[in-house]
């Protein structure tokens, strides 16, 4: 049990409140709401970051996320070490605009606040609270932000699909689910950064259910553990969403280096190729450093595992 009840915590109103509503639980809307547990090493789809309330464990300590009040970010640190409680807000990338979030990583606050015309990206570092880079984009500017596309998957667009406006990308988000994912990796950052919608006809409920639950027997018991991984799938698969891509360098500068989309919607596009029919009992794991997908084909009685 961890006591809070000395610290301050803030829901959508400026005034202090239960930690209860500072996490949004007085707000009836799941997708914005639902606590998200994010681990180290596992490339999260943007469909997966939609909450405004995240937990991310690194290192030593977990972070509890909350951006359910829009002009700031309230963090909750524990340390599993000694125990240390820790809260802090950062100011929003804008107060004005009318939604926003974020993503944390070992070093630094990325935030994201977006209407119908405007995009701001903030990045603060947490230690000193030092605004290291941000960013301001229009509807009538050129998305220099983005080092590929702007990308259009699910829903009703069954097929991959790109926009070629600034406004059109602006329109979309802002008045869909913002999000922001950041991938650290080797000295650069790798964003996505755009919106999400659950939809009810996913690929992965198309072929079985993706189990996200693995079963391990130790001595003569057997134990249930979640597989994030398949979470993660699971998300990207039963969601549709428009976004841009960017790969920043250690100083949070503009780069100009290709792009990868997020392996989930690599793997989602590979099964949209296959007679779903044909297959059931699907499953995802990571070996070594690369994903696994399998199906079992139901004609040939073979369960084929493909490489990605």
Known sequence: TIDLNKYDFYGPSKYPTRLKSALGLDIHNDNLTKLITVQEGIPYSLDSMVSLVKLFLIEDSFYLVSDINKEYTQIITYNLINGEIKTEIIEQASSELEKSNSFLTKQNLFQ??????????????????????????????????????????????????????????????????????????????????????????????????????????????????????????????????????????????????????????????????????RYAASDIFIYQDSYLFGMLDKKTKMYILRKF
């Open 112 to 277: 994201i606040a977006v209407n119908t015309k405007t995009l701001n990206v903030k990045i603060t570092d947490i230690k000193t609270k030092e605004v290291m880079k941000q960013y301001e984009i229009s509807k009538k500017d050129s998305l220099y932000f983005a080092n590929g596309p702007i990308r259009q998957r699910g829903g009703r667009y069954t097929k991959y699909r790109e926009l070629e406006k600034t406004s059109q990308f602006l329109r979309k988000v802002g008045n869909g689910s913002p999000a922001i994912y950041v991938n650290e990796k080797e000295n650069q950052y790798e964003i996505s950064i755009g919106s999400v919608d659950d939809i009810e006809d996913g690929l992965i409920a198309a072929i079985a259910y993706l189990n996200p639950v693995t079963a391990v027997a130790t001595f003569g018991a057997l134990t249930v553990y979640a597989n994030p991984v398949a979470l993660a799938m699971i998300k990207a698969s039963n969601s549709k969403a428009v976004y841009i891509n960017n790969i920043l360098d250690s100083e949070f500068k503009l780069t100009n280096q290709e792009e990868k989309d997020n392996i989930f919607y690599i793997i989602n596009d590979y099964i949209k190729k296959k007679d779903l029919k």
